[in-house]
């Protein structure tokens, strides 16, 4: 069973810190994704990563990809109470085009 | 502006009625997606369309059925054989390529009453 496992799922911490979200996945993919949900909002997509050893940055949040340990982590550096929201990472099977299999989303929360 | 929108975004349903969603993108995607989300959940994959006239269904398509007529549209049909159909449903599309993310539109609530 292809399966996508984020953790924690559910994270409250202070502005000012750092700390990490991993997404470890089960099937064969060189192709992973993050997305920010807010509450009641729809998906945003903030990283696309393609490739072994991808890492991409955009201001706090810094997303990395390791295809062999098929695992990817999204970086969070000096958390602001703006990023506070759900965050989901989904992977797309190498035999797929089309489908991804979605994690349950890390319900992040910081407090001022 | 290109992008994805849906209708309504709040609908309200008797038990036993079918309803339609709509789902409209201007990106020129070959792909598009239905989920749906449940209050606290992840993303469920109902139905998906790669090309006119052709689709699959996805993980949960019981009582649900789509068409894809449009390059377009991909509207979503919940029937009344949906036991439980008071969800969040997000629409998205993606490119035909190696990229394949997929971008999303506003979402509708649907709650039967």
């Known amino acids: 069973e292809l399966k996508v496992e984020q953790n924690p799922l559910f994270l409250s911490m202070q502005e000012g810190k750092n700390y990490t979200i991993y997404c470890n996945y089960s099937?064969?993919?060189?192709?992973l994704y993050w997305y920010r949900q807010d509450p009641g909002k729809s998906l945003e997509s903030l990283f696309v990563?393609?490739?072994n050893g991808a890492v991409k940055q955009e201001g706090r949040l810094m997303a990395s990809l390791d295809t062999k340990a098929r695992l990817s982590t999204l970086h969070i550096t000096a958390a602001v109470h703006d990023l506070s929201a759900t965050y989901f990472c989904?992977?797309?099977?190498?035999?797929?085009?089309?489908?991804?299999?979605w994690g349950a989303g890390t319900k992040l929360i910081i407090k001022p | 502006d290109g992008g994805i929108t849906q209708s309504p975004k709040y609908l309200f349903r008797k038990e036993g009625q079918n309803v339609t969603l709509s789902c409209e993108q201007n990106?020129?995607?070959?792909?598009m997606y239905w989920y749906r989300q449940d209050p606290g959940q992840g993303l469920r994959l109902i139905y998906y369309?790669?090309?006119?006239?052709?689709?699959q269904k996805g993980d949960i398509a019981e009582g649900y059925s789509v068409s894809r007529e449009k390059k377009e549209s991909f509207p979503l049909t919940v029937t009344s054989a949906q036991k439980n159909p008071t969800a969040f449903y997000l629409c998205?599309?993606?490119?035909?390529?190696?990229?394949?993310?997929?971008?999303f539109g506003p979402g509708t609530r649907l709650t039967v009453l």
């Open positions: 990563l393609l490739s």
């Open positions: 990106l020129n995607h070959d792909a």
């Open positions: 099937t064969t993919s060189d192709r």
């Open positions: 989904a992977v797309s099977p190498m035999d797929s085009n089309y489908q991804l299999i």
């Open positions: 998205a599309s993606s490119r035909w390529d190696s990229n394949n993310e997929q971008f």
């Open positions: 369309s790669q090309i006119v006239n052709d689709f």
